[in-house]
């Protein structure tokens, strides 16, 4: 690659409302969006810092600036990408570069990837944590039909669970704990989790403390999130977790996330596709990851009070895959 001109451009996404996790509130977050033109082409990439894998704006934007200058000068993304760092940084300019080849090929990305045409898929629409009550009312306002993801991770977790449970008695659940127990919560929540039919718990211990996994049974299927960055993390994953969570600022990119998929069959493990923050752009390489994954966690773009245009279509949950004009 080269005679490249490479922009980058921080954006910040408010909120439609305050969005809380275990580990705080947010109500607007920070990406950064990366374009690579030759002249002719242009492909588009964006990336959400986060703050609690060590990562700022600012430094994101150093990362991606270096590596756009050895892109410039010539050299070629599989070689850069593969020294830098899994991240936000690496996610961009790799996203960028997908839909680049993508625009100057004229086949789509899938293709390149020797995958079949991407076919619409389903999202969990997740709610946020609250009080027992709260997050009952909300499961009542979604389809019977639909699939609930639960942040938990804050005492009485339990009465969250059974309240939305008596709210929605149709609904699929899978609960997102954000490192949020210790490992006396997990045993005494687990049965709990089980009765109320949850098809996933998601890193319900703190990453340096998951190995306290082997000493419980897992009565519900436990997903590995924080725990999970790039294809390395497989091998001592696959003894303590049964799925998962891909998500493309963990990975660094569409490259290391498809070798995730990959990955993951050779080691028993089920998949979710998950997200930062973002628009429709950062969601739109994951559609492609989504078409190997069991759970769908794609409603960012929900959240958030303006997505980009064109975004993607959602039909309540079910997403339809980008058009070429935002992505691939």
């Known amino acids: 690659m080269s005679h490249f001109e490479i922009k980058v451009r921080k954006e910040t996404l408010p909120l439609k409302q305050a969005f809380r996790i275990a580990r705080g509130t947010v109500a607007e977050g920070d990406v950064v969006v990366v374009s690579i033109a030759d002249g002719r082409n242009q492909g588009r990439g964006e990336a959400c810092p986060t703050e609690h894998y060590g990562e700022t704006l600012n430094g994101v934007v150093s990362l991606i600036g270096e590596a756009a200058s050895r892109l410039s000068a010539g050299?070629?993304?599989?070689?850069?990408?593969?020294?830098?760092?899994?991240?936000?940084?690496?996610?961009?300019?790799?996203?960028?570069?997908?839909?680049?080849?993508?625009?100057?090929?004229?086949?789509?990305?899938?293709?390149?990837?020797?995958m079949r045409a991407p076919r619409p898929v389903v999202s969990v629409?997740?709610?946020?944590?609250?009080?027992?009550?709260?997050?009952?009312?909300?499961?009542?306002?979604?389809?019977?039909?639909?699939?609930?993801?639960?942040?938990?991770?804050?005492?009485g977790d339990v009465d969250?669970?059974?309240?939305?449970?008596?709210?929605?008695?149709?609904?699929?659940?899978?609960?997102?704990?954000?490192?949020?127990?210790?490992?006396?919560d997990l045993r005494r929540n687990l049965p709990v989790m089980a009765e109320c039919g949850v098809e996933m718990l998601e890193q319900p211990l703190p990453a340096d403390q998951d190995q306290g996994l082997a000493e419980v049974e897992h009565l519900v299927p436990i997903g590995a999130d924080e725990s999970c960055h790039t294809s390395a993390d497989l091998a001592r994953l696959a003894t303590l977790y049964e799925v998962i969570n891909i998500k493309?600022?963990?990975?660094?990119?569409?490259?290391?996330?498809?070798?995730?998929?990959?990955?993951?069959?050779?080691?028993?493990?089920?998949?979710?596709?998950?997200?930062?923050?973002?628009?429709?752009?950062?969601?739109?390489?994951?559609?492609?990851?989504?078409?190997?994954?069991?759970?769908?966690?794609?409603?960012?773009?929900?959240?958030?009070?303006?997505?980009?245009?064109?975004?993607?279509?959602?039909?309540?949950?079910?997403?339809?895959?980008?058009?070429?004009?935002?992505?691939?």
């Open 125 to 155: 629409l997740t709610l946020s944590l609250d009080e027992p009550a709260v997050m009952a009312e909300r499961a009542r306002a979604v389809s019977a039909t639909g699939m609930l993801k639960l942040k938990l991770g804050a005492p």
């Open 75 to 114: 050299e070629d993304w599989d070689s850069i990408h593969e020294e830098m760092p899994a991240g936000a940084a690496r996610n961009a300019i790799d996203c960028a570069v997908w839909d680049w080849r993508a625009k100057a090929t004229g086949r789509p990305v899938w293709q390149l990837l020797g």
């Open 248 to 328: 493309l600022d963990k990975t660094g990119g569409l490259t290391e996330a498809m070798r995730l998929v990959q990955g993951a069959r050779t080691h028993g493990l089920e998949i979710m596709i998950g997200c930062m923050l973002g628009t429709s752009l950062a969601m739109a390489p994951g559609v492609l990851v989504a078409q190997h994954a069991r759970f769908v966690d794609l409603d960012a773009p929900l959240l958030i009070a303006r997505d980009c245009v064109p975004g993607l279509e959602y039909c309540g949950d079910t997403i339809l895959p980008p058009v070429p004009a935002l992505w691939g």
């Open 160 to 184: 969250r669970v059974r309240a939305v449970r008596a709210a929605a008695p149709e609904l699929r659940l899978i609960v997102d704990v954000n490192e949020g127990w210790t490992l006396d």
